[in-house]
């Protein structure tokens, strides 16, 4: 329509603007000009209330040249006559050739701009410049436009950012490598492009066809007035993915952490739905999963042991993170082989216009990064980051003395580089290595290991398919070395490797499908245990539990459907198949017997790659979202899951010496279901964002432990473990304010999950036979997490957590056997420990906000636990002086007071 | 390894050293289920014991012992030796069982009746040697033993510790109708023995190495400054092997209860037994009884052995009160508490000093000399 070109959107800006306001000399005088010289003169009165009239004589345009000189006004004649007055670089009056192209017609089935988001468009178009896409000349009405959006400061691709067009409902983000592919109408339009802490921006474009658009956005610098507006509203109800938590690495630093050190996954439990067995352990469990059941990614590479210091530090530096995502319900169909969550987290690709870095110095660790670009053309970016522990100074003030002797090592580096050798191609490389160290009492050590690397390479084949082809090895191992008594002194091993190879496909037809198809091969081997003499004294006998080995292959395809502006569907479908392989001895058991060593029968010897054992089947992942209104959403989604790897423990955390096992003939791959659904809204304008998710979860297969079990060196766990089936259920409720001097969240959640053995040969019950509590069943959970930024240099944090007690097995009697009192144990899990429940609050101060300076510098204080309360982790039993004692263990018993200084150039 | 592994946790566990008395809601204990504690001893040597009692509430500290129960052992070729009760819940027979029968064990009590299946006896190889080391705070006592024919492999110990204690002062008088006298030659009151059973489930095994031998299993512990060392002390070590069934059971009792505590304690696991109730098939029965021979050794230590042992208690405050004899004995009259501990020669009167410096039975111990010293 007429009224979409440029020249009507300054008319219907400048058009009579004169009406009801003061008259300045200029109004007067295009008064007398527009009678006198018969021509319609067009202009903003504010631009022109201060310009003094000068000259009257000549022509209109030496008069308009003379009195426009030097105010930074200008002006220009259309065809037909007219006349505007304006402010900066000249526009083009005419209209774009070819505009009125091809059918007049199809401009109806465009959504028409009103009148009120033309001067919209007016005022962004006078603070921003259009930017052209594609050229002339295409075929039909639509063009696809692709680009990366960046931090304009750093030149980092920035994840999960949205783009929408003014108007219009419709919508992308942008994915993991901050690129983007959308579909839109030829023509102008203004892109609103935003992303979580930064300055959401108006782009206007002028597409003539399909192009590329790189797109920077500022980051969001707080300015001395108030906080400035961020991150787009909307993105939780908008966005697809339900049961997805997405943290930002500024929401993990405002959460205070022991010892002042910023911790990823001591964040994690801040969210609904996430929770841990106690303080100082390596897994969490999120929606009543076991902690085997999560998989965690750093950069796609899987790190089996995620922590230092037995879980007081997380093994991943926060400096080098850019966000994590942590997947609960609608799991993507490109991620698999655990049931209950994937935890993506993703670092930078470092900053690519000049080097800078950050340090850090607190009471137990250091840490440094650095980060830039490398060669001359800035095409190869890197990042990296290490850590380190000096906490041995610590130990010295230990009350126990057998702790006082021990020394503690840990430290974590990681490496990631990133090339573009083409607009097309782009390669990355990422290394990880962690190591800690325990020497406990001069003669024990315990060591552990993870190494990690990985090679990936993007390939555009369009605008609209790309391929990301990634490989890696991911390892981890353990050794416990003992030498208290050299007859006994012994070395024992575990250790567990996989070589993991992925081809993704996404394939975004137009703005309605989003497809995704890939298929993935994980090659595992590992070492359930070896126990070797440590010296030549030792009379330890060495044992070795035969290596396992088995592939793992999967192929998936998957489409996001934009069915409406208000319904969209999320279909995914994944087969997985999974195959034991030799060298390897298997027993055979009588049948219809408690697996045990007295119920042998044969063993089977297997050569090596004969297929032992197979495993296969399909999930499915299928998610919807129905939008109410603008404000609030609807979303349901159901997935099934299949396990292959397990974690052998019969300890309520996980323990340095627990082990992965795969399957096998006898211990079967765990299946989980999860029906899933939630309501989210955005009431009013307090910007708020509120959400309520409920779930259902079964599990089958999972392992549960025969009394008195022998795990460790144990070649054939078959005989100690029993299979049981689980649920579990819930509601999670988060109240999150996003924005504000005062910020933060709130959570609750709500679950139970219960256990019930399901195995007909098992030998031996547990509670009879019906459900009992796991482990990690607490009821009723709560958090909150809570900043309030003072000024520009003064913030504080206050995090709050309260959960009920885990489930224990309790006494219930005592009676006197070998010389003391002993103590008769309950039904498994019948009671509960004392609630658990814990503050820390930290404040943030920074010593200067020029960005100019070279080296920054913060401190942050605080102190953890405020309370004092000493949550017990254990509550347990000891025989004192012939009398049953009771005590209680906590880790943290008092409050602890911390500094951290941190340095960033 | 077990104790190595759970020392390391340690670290984790205690890094701001708290840990708490914590204290249960008390609950009723299921006063039915029976507590069977004894083992069948063939070839003589100690006499067959076993000891019935009920669950009891947990801060209960009386036992409830089970009177008027019959036990006997039947032997495979049919013979009975029934046991007599000699005091509530303790029934006993000192007849040798010869080694080369099966044996079980049969309970009536409450109107059930307890079994345990027909087990052969374990010939439990001799002790090698019970050796001891002293290092900064403590003695420590460790039990070495092999079996040449790698068959045992389990085993249990027992131990009871004798020692000599002595009073602050040898006294010769004693105080009698209000005279002070010399007491008849051999009763003294000076050095007195005292016994400890062992209060700990005390159980090794060599599965791990090729031989079947134990080597420095830690027995016993004398904490720096007891006084069982003031002067001499022996220690009797009792050695049972056992089956896999059996050292499992006892490994499970002492995880349940002797654990420290730490983050990674496995759960607390159902024991399990080799006592069956044959009328009453969900009746539950805690214990389980071995078959066995019993092989002893002892050892001695001097005090003069040690270094740095303190050889009485510093801290008892002993001071004697010399008085003429007259005023000796008035005194004792009106201080039941004192006794006469020496004479002093020049001048002829008495120190007197309390009771418990002069008696020695008065701090435990009998002052009759055991047939082994």
Not at chain 1, 710 to 718: H, Q, S, V
Not at chain 2, 9 to 37: N, Y
Not at chain 2, 253 to 267: I, V
């Amino acid at each position: 329509m007429v009224r979409r070109t440029l020249g009507i959107c300054l008319l219907s800006g400048l058009s009579a603007t004169t009406l009801g306001q003061d008259r300045s000399p200029f109004d007067s005088l295009v008064n007398v000009w527009e009678k006198r010289h018969q021509v319609s003169i067009r202009y903003d009165p504010r631009q022109t209330r201060g310009l003094a009239i000068t000259e009257q004589a000549g022509s209109l345009d030496d008069i308009l040249k003379n009195t426009l000189e030097g105010s930074g006004l200008s002006y220009l004649r259309d065809r037909i006559g007219r006349i505007f007055i304006f402010r900066g670089a000249p526009i083009d009056p005419q209209l774009p050739k070819g505009f009125f192209a091809d059918n007049p017609t199809s401009p109806a089935s465009t959504p028409a701009i009103s009148e009120r988001q033309e001067n919209e468009a007016f005022i962004a178009a006078h603070a921003n410049p259009i930017q052209t896409i594609g050229n002339r000349g295409g075929q039909g009405t639509n063009a696809t436009i692709t680009g990366y959006v960046r931090d304009a400061g750093s030149g980092e691709p920035l994840a999960s950012a949205s783009i929408t067009i003014e108007g219009n409902s419709g919508g992308v983000s942008t994915d993991a490598f901050g690129f983007f592919t959308m579909t839109v109408p030829k023509g102008r339009h203004a892109l609103k492009v935003s992303s979580v802490g930064m300055k959401e921006a108006d782009i206007q474009v002028n597409v003539l066809g399909n192009g590329r658009i790189d797109i920077s956005i500022q980051e969001a610098v707080r300015s001395l007035k108030a906080a400035v507006v961020v991150a787009r509203k909307g993105s939780n109800v908008r966005g697809m993915q339900m049961g997805v938590e997405k943290l930002s690495i500024r929401a993990i630093r405002q959460i205070p952490a022991v010892m002042g050190e910023t911790d990823i996954l001591r964040s994690l439990l801040t969210l609904p739905g996430v929770t841990s067995v106690g303080e100082g352990t390596v897994g969490y469990n999120v929606r009543g999963g076991a902690a085997d059941q999560n998989l965690l990614l750093l950069n796609d590479m899987t790190v089996f042991n995620p922590t230092h210091l037995f879980g007081f530090f997380s093994a991943v530096d926060p400096e080098v993170v850019r966000g994590l995502e942590l997947y609960k319900s609608a799991i993507p169909e490109k991620y698999g082989g655990r049931l209950s969550s994937i935890m993506d987290v993703t670092t930078r690709d470092g900053n690519n216009k000049k080097i800078t870095g950050t340090a850090g110095i607190g009471p137990l660790t250091g840490k440094f990064t650095a980060e830039g670009p490398l060669g001359k053309n800035k095409k190869t970016t890197f990042i990296t980051g290490g850590r380190t522990t000096y906490s041995n100074w610590f130990l010295k003030y230990l009350s126990d003395a057998s702790l006082r002797k021990s020394r503690v090592n840990f430290g974590d580096i990681i490496l990631h580089l990133g090339h573009e050798i083409s607009p097309r191609d782009r390669l990355y490389a990422s290394a990880y290595i962690s190591h800690d160290d325990f020497r406990l009492n001069a003669d024990s050590t315990y060591t552990y290991q993870n190494l990690n690397t990985r090679l990936k390479w993007r390939h555009d084949f369009t605008d609209k398919l790309y391929l990301v082809l990634s490989s890696g090895i991911d390892q981890y191992h353990y050794s416990v070395k003992g030498r208290n008594n050299p007859r006994d002194a012994f070395d024992l091993r575990f250790g567990i490797r996989q070589l993991n190879t992925k081809a993704d496909f996404r394939y975004a037809p137009d703005n309605r499908h989003d497809l995704s198809f890939g298929l993935q091969h994980i090659s595992y081997q590992i070492q359930p245990g070896r126990l070797l003499p440590r010296n030549t004294q030792s009379l330890v006998t060495p044992r070795t539990v035969e290596d396992e080995q088995a592939g793992e292959s999967s192929a998936y395809v998957g489409d996001q459907y934009r069915a409406s502006n208000k319904l969209s569907l999320q279909a995914g479908f994944r087969y997985t198949h999974y195959r034991l392989n030799g060298p390897g001895k298997y027993y055979r058991y009588a049948p219809g017997q408690p697996r045990s060593d007295r119920s042998v029968v044969d063993s089977v010897t297997y050569p090596a790659n004969q297929r032992i054992q197979t495993y296969q089947g399909p999930e499915i992942r299928i998610s919807s979202r129905y939008l109410i209104d603008t404000r609030t959403s609807l979303k349901l989604s159901f997935n099934t899951l299949r396990q292959y790897i397990h974690m052998v423990t019969n300890t309520t955390a996980i323990s340095p010496t627990d082990i992965w096992k795969l399957s096998d003939p006898y211990i079967r791959p765990q299946i989980g279901r999860q029906l899933s659904l939630g309501i989210y809204t955005q009431p009013g304008d307090k910007e708020l964002e509120l959400s309520l998710e409920a779930y259902y979860k079964t599990t089958r297969n999972y392992l549960d432990y025969k009394s008195g079990a022998k795990l460790i060196l144990n070649e054939a766990i078959e005989r100690d473990v029993l299979n049981t089936k689980g649920k579990a259920y819930g509601i999670e409720a988060l109240i999150k304010k996003p924005q504000g001097k005062l910020n933060g969240w709130l959570s609750y959640t709500w679950l139970r999950t219960l256990l019930q053995v399901d195995d007909p040969i098992a030998g031996e019950v547990i509670n009879g036979g019906n459900y009992y509590p796991a482990n990690f069943d607490k009821p009723h959970i709560a958090s909150l997490v809570a900043n309030y930024r003072f000024n520009q240099r003064v913030s504080i944090s206050l995090t709050s957590t309260y959960s009920t007690g885990r489930p224990v097995t309790y006494p219930l009697g005592v009676f006197t056997m070998g010389g003391s009192s002993r103590v008769y144990y309950s039904e498994r899990n019948a009671f509960r420990i004392p609630d658990f429940f814990r503050t820390d609050a930290s404040m943030l101060i920074e010593n200067s906000h020029n960005l100019r300076k070279k080296v920054h510098t913060s401190w942050t204080f605080g102190i953890y636990n405020i309370t004092g309360r000493n949550n017990p982790y254990s509550v347990y039993f000891v025989v004192n002086d012939r009398q049953i004692r009771g005590y209680q263990l906590s880790v943290f018993a008092s409050s602890i007071p911390f500094a951290t200084l941190n340095l960033k150039f | 390894m077990r104790r190595r592994l759970i020392l390391l946790t340690l670290l984790a566990g205690t890094l701001s050293g708290c840990r708490e008395d914590f204290i249960l809601p008390d609950t009723q204990a299921d006063a039915s289920v029976l507590v069977v504690e004894g083992d069948i001893v063939v070839g003589g040597g100690v006499e067959n014991l076993i000891r019935l009692t009920r669950l009891r509430n947990l801060y209960q500290p009386n036992e409830n012992p089970v009177a008027g129960a019959r036990v006997d052992i039947l032997a495979g070729n049919g013979t009975t030796w029934p046991l007599t009760e000699r005091s509530p819940g303790n029934y006993a027979s000192n007849a040798i069982l010869p080694a080369n029968q099966h044996y079980t064990l049969r309970i009536t009590a409450g109107g059930k009746t307890y079994e345990t299946p027909s087990q052969t006896p374990v010939i439990t190889p001799t002790i090698d040697s019970l050796t001891w080391s002293q290092d900064a705070s403590n003695i420590r006592i460790f039990v070495h033993t092999r079996d040449a024919t790698n068959q045992t492999r389990q085993y249990r110990w027992k131990h009871i510790e004798t020692w000599e204690s002595r009073a602050w002062y040898e006294t010769y008088f004693d105080f009698v109708n209000g005279s002070i006298v010399t007491r008849p030659v051999g009763d003294q009151i000076y050095t007195c023995w005292k016994n400890a059973s062992s209060a700990a489930i005390l159980i090794g095994n060599s599965r791990s190495l090729d031989k079947d031998v134990i080597s420095y299993q830690p027995i016993a512990a004398i904490a720096k400054p007891s006084e069982k060392v003031y002067v001499r002390y022996s220690i009797l070590v009792q050695q049972m092997g056992i089956t896999q069934e059996a050292f499992d059971f006892w490994d499970i009792l002492r995880k349940n209860t002797e654990l420290t505590g730490t983050l990674f304690d496995p759960q607390p696991s159902n024991l399990p037994t080799n006592i069956r109730c044959t009328n009453d098939p969900k009746a539950k029965v805690i214990g389980y009884v071995s078959v066995g021979t019993i092989t002893e050794k002892r050892l001695f230590i001097l005090h003069s052995a040690l270094d740095g042992w303190p050889n009485r208690n510093q801290a008892l405050s002993c001071d004697a009160f010399e008085f003429s004899k007259t005023q000796a004995e008035n005194f004792l009259r009106n201080n039941p508490s004192y006794l006469p501990a020496y004479f002093i020669t020049a001048g002829g009167g008495f120190g007197v000093a309390p009771k418990g410096c002069v008696d020695c039975r008065l701090m435990g111990g009998s002052n009759l000399k055991p047939l082994f010293w």
